[in-house]
């Protein structure tokens, strides 16, 4: 080759290849950097008060410490909680429920002594990295989707008096939503009973299970004298259309015991009873206190911002920035 055209030669090629090089590498990096793995030592120490306000030591479902920046672990959260198909303006509340939630939690740690919050949504919130939510078959475009949702609250909380919200929420409340103090015992002002048309496309919005007699007796852990036409009693109602009591078999039971005991969706339901067993029928899934996630995609359907949806969800809070309470 004659030498006076190598630089040529040389720069064309660079002008092709390098730029397919890098492009390679971008695609193959990791959508976020994993979370930095630390023993709650390492966390104490390595953290200053100031990083702890905006970084969360949150307990995976490997059991294992990772401290996370509150933003990516919202985005985690709102991944795992909330279908991407959903409006973005349910989302967005998604995210400021899941950010004031987890902050709650730091300031307080009441669940866990090393960590803020653990991935078990039976305890805390769900979360799943960028990673899993492709792999499970979602979208690049869902991704971006409830990214964008995330971004557009940062920062975003609930706040009563001053201070954050118990931001509890759950799938579906069947029509709707129940009083704290009928769950929990507690009467929390801003968790109060409130109507949540429009989520009959939920899963589980309603649920019908069948038991044997035997099944029965045996999930009540007694055996039951009579047919079970003479099993059922007297029932009294919460405020949010849940089973407050029920009398099986001459003695009065809660209706969150017998969600547990039977294994129900929730404590709104109705029993009838048949010569071969009792049927249930049940509406929503959940404790069904707080936000709904399919009455806030159905309110956003009908053109409710996500400040509205909160504030019908949560009467008296207001949205408030965490500069202004940490």
Not at 131 to 158: C, D, M, P, W, Y
Not at 170 to 177: A, D
Not at 299 to 319: C, Q, V
Request: proline share 4%; hydrophobic share 40%; with cysteine.
């Amino acid at each position: 080759m004659d030498k006076k055209w190598k630089p040529v030669v040389v720069a064309v090629a660079l002008g092709v290849i390098l730029p397919q090089l890098l492009l390679s590498a971008v695609r193959q990096r990791p959508l976020s950097e994993p979370a930095e793995t630390l023993t709650p030592t390492q966390q104490e120490t390595q953290l200053s008060p100031s990083a702890r306000s905006t970084y969360l030591p949150v307990l995976t479902a490997e059991n294992s410490i990772h401290v996370m920046e509150l933003e990516a672990y919202v985005l985690g959260v709102v991944l795992a909680e909330m279908p991407a198909e959903f409006e973005m303006e349910a989302l967005k509340a998604q995210a400021v429920v899941a950010r004031t939630y987890a902050l709650r939690r730091l300031s307080r740690q009441d669940r866990h002594a090393d960590v803020a919050v653990c991935a078990d949504p039976n305890c805390c919130q769900a979360y799943m990295t960028e990673e899993e939510f492709l792999q499970k078959g979602e979208t690049v475009s869902g991704l971006e989707k409830i990214a964008r949702a995330v971004e557009a609250t940062k920062g975003q909380v609930l706040i009563y008096g001053g201070a954050l919200i118990e931001a509890t929420y759950f799938s579906c409340s069947g029509g709707r939503t129940e009083d704290a103090v009928a769950v929990w015992g507690e009467v929390i002002p801003y968790l109060q009973a409130v109507d949540s048309p429009g989520e009959e496309n939920a899963e589980k919005y309603w649920e019908e299970v069948h038991f044997t007699a035997e099944e029965f007796e045996d999930a009540l852990g007694r055996d039951l004298s009579g047919t079970p036409r003479s099993w059922l009693g007297k029932r009294t109602f919460t405020a949010g259309g849940g089973v407050q009591t029920m009398v099986i078999g001459g003695i009065a039971y809660t209706g969150t015991q017998l969600r547990q005991l039977l294994g129900l969706n929730s404590t709104a339901f109705t029993m009838a009873a048949e010569d071969g067993g009792i049927t249930v029928e049940t509406l929503g899934k959940g404790h069904r206190v707080g936000m709904s996630q399919y009455g806030a995609d159905a309110m956003a359907r009908g053109g409710s911002s996500y400040d509205e949806i909160l504030m019908h969800y949560y009467p008296g809070t207001r949205i408030d920035k965490t500069e202004n309470i940490l």
